[in-house]
Protein backbone atom coordinates (compact mmCIF):
# COMPACT_ATOMS: atom_id res chain seq x y z
CA UNK A 1 0.00 0.00 0.00
CA UNK A 2 0.85 3.22 -0.59
CA UNK A 3 2.17 5.86 2.20
CA UNK A 4 -0.55 8.43 3.66
CA UNK A 5 -3.62 6.31 3.80
CA UNK A 6 -5.90 5.71 6.12
CA UNK A 7 -9.94 4.95 6.63
CA UNK A 8 -12.22 7.19 5.65
CA UNK A 9 -13.97 9.93 8.31
CA UNK A 10 -17.92 9.24 7.77
CA UNK A 11 -18.10 11.69 10.81
CA UNK A 12 -16.53 14.61 9.18
CA UNK A 13 -18.56 17.64 9.53
CA UNK A 14 -19.95 18.04 6.13
CA UNK A 15 -21.75 20.96 4.75
CA UNK A 16 -23.96 20.09 1.88
CA UNK A 17 -24.58 24.02 1.10
CA UNK A 18 -20.85 24.10 0.97
CA UNK A 19 -20.27 21.34 -1.88
CA UNK A 20 -23.00 23.17 -3.88
CA UNK A 21 -21.05 26.54 -3.52
CA UNK A 22 -17.61 24.78 -4.73
CA UNK A 23 -19.69 22.99 -7.89
CA UNK A 24 -19.12 24.47 -11.25
CA UNK A 25 -22.98 25.90 -12.13
CA UNK A 26 -22.04 24.50 -15.79
CA UNK A 27 -21.21 20.72 -14.04
CA UNK A 28 -23.63 18.19 -15.63
CA UNK A 29 -24.59 14.72 -14.45
CA UNK A 30 -26.69 12.17 -16.49
CA UNK A 31 -29.79 11.52 -15.27
CA UNK A 32 -29.97 7.95 -14.26
CA UNK A 33 -27.84 8.98 -10.87
CA UNK A 34 -31.27 11.53 -9.88
CA UNK A 35 -33.46 8.54 -11.11
CA UNK A 36 -31.38 5.92 -8.64
CA UNK A 37 -31.52 8.37 -5.60
CA UNK A 38 -35.86 8.93 -5.98
CA UNK A 39 -35.70 5.36 -6.15
CA UNK A 40 -34.43 4.78 -3.23
CA UNK A 41 -36.43 7.42 -1.46
CA UNK A 42 -39.51 5.75 -2.61
CA UNK A 43 -38.79 2.13 -2.19
CA UNK A 44 -37.49 3.22 1.37
CA UNK A 45 -40.95 5.28 2.13
CA UNK A 46 -39.23 8.71 2.27
CA UNK A 47 -40.65 11.81 2.25
CA UNK A 48 -38.63 14.62 0.14
CA UNK A 49 -39.53 17.99 -0.26
CA UNK A 50 -41.19 18.75 -3.44
CA UNK A 51 -38.71 21.19 -5.12
CA UNK A 52 -36.44 17.95 -5.13
CA UNK A 53 -38.95 15.64 -6.68
CA UNK A 54 -38.82 16.10 -10.66
CA UNK A 55 -38.76 13.41 -13.40
CA UNK A 56 -35.39 12.81 -14.42
CA UNK A 57 -34.81 11.05 -17.93
CA UNK A 58 -31.63 8.69 -17.66
CA UNK A 59 -29.58 10.00 -20.90
CA UNK A 60 -30.29 13.72 -20.43
CA UNK A 61 -27.94 15.90 -18.51
CA UNK A 62 -28.64 18.17 -15.06
CA UNK A 63 -26.72 20.28 -13.36
CA UNK A 64 -24.38 18.50 -10.53
CA UNK A 65 -25.37 21.37 -8.11
CA UNK A 66 -29.17 19.98 -8.14
CA UNK A 67 -27.93 16.21 -7.55
CA UNK A 68 -25.80 17.45 -4.30
CA UNK A 69 -29.45 18.82 -2.61
CA UNK A 70 -31.18 15.77 -3.99
CA UNK A 71 -28.37 13.34 -2.62
CA UNK A 72 -28.20 15.00 1.05
CA UNK A 73 -31.78 15.00 1.17
CA UNK A 74 -32.01 11.40 0.36
CA UNK A 75 -29.41 10.30 2.57
CA UNK A 76 -30.88 12.26 5.43
CA UNK A 77 -34.39 10.94 4.63
CA UNK A 78 -33.59 7.42 4.48
CA UNK A 79 -30.51 6.83 7.16
CA UNK A 80 -31.61 9.55 9.94
CA UNK A 81 -30.21 7.62 12.35
CA UNK A 82 -26.77 7.27 10.73
CA UNK A 83 -24.23 10.26 10.74
CA UNK A 84 -24.31 12.23 7.43
CA UNK A 85 -20.78 10.78 6.42
CA UNK A 86 -21.83 7.55 6.93
CA UNK A 87 -25.50 7.94 5.32
CA UNK A 88 -23.72 9.52 2.77
CA UNK A 89 -21.84 6.12 2.63
CA UNK A 90 -24.75 3.83 2.44
CA UNK A 91 -26.83 5.76 -0.36
CA UNK A 92 -23.30 4.89 -2.35
CA UNK A 93 -22.95 1.29 -1.73
CA UNK A 94 -26.63 1.00 -3.43
CA UNK A 95 -25.77 3.11 -6.26
CA UNK A 96 -23.41 0.82 -8.44
CA UNK A 97 -26.36 -2.26 -8.66
CA UNK A 98 -28.79 0.33 -9.60
CA UNK A 99 -26.57 1.98 -12.06
CA UNK A 100 -25.39 -1.52 -13.78
CA UNK A 101 -29.05 -2.90 -13.60
CA UNK A 102 -30.06 0.16 -15.94
CA UNK A 103 -30.19 0.78 -19.50
CA UNK A 104 -26.68 2.77 -19.62
CA UNK A 105 -25.33 0.60 -17.06
CA UNK A 106 -25.99 -2.69 -18.87
CA UNK A 107 -24.55 -1.21 -22.19
CA UNK A 108 -20.72 -0.50 -19.87
CA UNK A 109 -21.15 -3.52 -17.47
CA UNK A 110 -22.65 -6.48 -19.88
CA UNK A 111 -19.03 -8.05 -20.28
CA UNK A 112 -17.11 -7.42 -16.75
CA UNK A 113 -18.61 -10.43 -14.68
CA UNK A 114 -17.61 -11.02 -11.25
CA UNK A 115 -14.34 -10.08 -11.29
CA UNK A 116 -13.94 -7.02 -9.20
CA UNK A 117 -10.75 -5.48 -11.41
CA UNK A 118 -12.92 -5.69 -14.32
CA UNK A 119 -16.11 -4.08 -12.41
CA UNK A 120 -13.27 -1.13 -11.48
CA UNK A 121 -12.11 -0.73 -14.65
CA UNK A 122 -15.28 -0.94 -16.15
CA UNK A 123 -16.78 1.17 -13.08
CA UNK A 124 -14.00 4.01 -14.34
CA UNK A 125 -15.41 4.03 -17.81
CA UNK A 126 -18.78 5.21 -16.42
CA UNK A 127 -17.24 7.34 -14.33
CA UNK A 128 -15.77 9.27 -16.97
CA UNK A 129 -18.73 9.28 -19.55
CA UNK A 130 -21.31 10.17 -16.70
CA UNK A 131 -20.50 13.88 -15.98
CA UNK A 132 -19.18 16.62 -17.51
CA UNK A 133 -16.92 17.28 -14.69
CA UNK A 134 -14.70 15.06 -12.25
CA UNK A 135 -11.97 12.33 -13.70
CA UNK A 136 -11.25 8.88 -12.11
CA UNK A 137 -7.43 7.10 -13.26
CA UNK A 138 -6.54 3.93 -12.72
CA UNK A 139 -3.00 4.50 -10.88
CA UNK A 140 -2.93 0.50 -10.15
CA UNK A 141 -5.25 -2.37 -10.84
CA UNK A 142 -4.66 -6.07 -10.51
CA UNK A 143 -6.00 -9.13 -9.35
CA UNK A 144 -6.31 -8.29 -5.47
CA UNK A 145 -5.76 -4.16 -5.12
CA UNK A 146 -6.91 -1.13 -7.31
CA UNK A 147 -5.26 1.84 -6.78
CA UNK A 148 -7.55 4.85 -7.88
CA UNK A 149 -7.37 8.72 -8.70
CA UNK A 150 -10.84 10.72 -8.37
CA UNK A 151 -10.48 14.51 -9.28
CA UNK A 152 -12.81 16.98 -8.98
CA UNK A 153 -15.68 15.24 -7.64
CA UNK A 154 -17.89 17.38 -6.06
CA UNK A 155 -20.76 15.27 -4.55
CA UNK A 156 -18.48 14.05 -1.20
CA UNK A 157 -15.60 12.14 -2.70
CA UNK A 158 -14.77 10.52 0.72
CA UNK A 159 -18.07 9.68 1.31
CA UNK A 160 -20.55 8.86 -1.06
CA UNK A 161 -17.89 7.78 -3.91
CA UNK A 162 -16.62 5.10 -1.35
CA UNK A 163 -19.72 3.50 -0.90
CA UNK A 164 -20.00 3.72 -4.66
CA UNK A 165 -16.56 1.79 -5.43
CA UNK A 166 -17.86 -0.47 -2.18
CA UNK A 167 -20.74 -1.33 -3.57
CA UNK A 168 -19.54 -2.18 -6.97
CA UNK A 169 -17.19 -5.34 -5.19
CA UNK A 170 -19.62 -6.28 -2.24
CA UNK A 171 -22.24 -6.90 -4.95
CA UNK A 172 -20.88 -9.25 -7.00
CA UNK A 173 -19.45 -11.57 -3.66
CA UNK A 174 -16.21 -9.70 -2.41
CA UNK A 175 -15.63 -7.74 0.45
CA UNK A 176 -13.42 -4.85 0.08
CA UNK A 177 -11.06 -3.00 2.14
CA UNK A 178 -11.21 1.18 1.15
CA UNK A 179 -8.33 3.45 2.31
CA UNK A 180 -8.09 7.16 0.95
CA UNK A 181 -5.31 9.66 0.65
CA UNK A 182 -7.24 12.96 0.79
CA UNK A 183 -5.82 15.79 -1.94
CA UNK A 184 -8.63 18.34 -1.29
CA UNK A 185 -12.14 18.62 -0.33
CA UNK A 186 -13.22 17.04 -3.93
CA UNK A 187 -10.23 15.10 -4.93
CA UNK A 188 -9.08 12.04 -3.17
CA UNK A 189 -6.54 8.58 -3.97
CA UNK A 190 -8.09 5.52 -3.05
CA UNK A 191 -6.70 1.77 -2.18
CA UNK A 192 -9.05 -1.06 -2.55
CA UNK A 193 -8.26 -4.41 -1.63
CA UNK A 194 -10.59 -7.26 -1.92
Known sequence: MPPGFGPPDFN???DPAEYVRLTP???MLRGVFFSNLLTMARTSRCELPDDT?????AFKEYPLTDHVRLLAEVAR???PKLPFGEALRQIGQ???PMFAASLVGKVIFSTVGNNPSSVLAAGVKAYNVSASVGQV?????DDSHGHFYLENMYNFVEQYH???FEGSIKVIGYVPCLLTKPRTRTSSEFYVTW
Open 94 to 96: RIY
Open 12 to 14: AKL
Open 137 to 141: QILEL
Open 53 to 57: VKKYH
Open 25 to 27: PSA
Open 77 to 79: AVH
Open 162 to 164: VGI
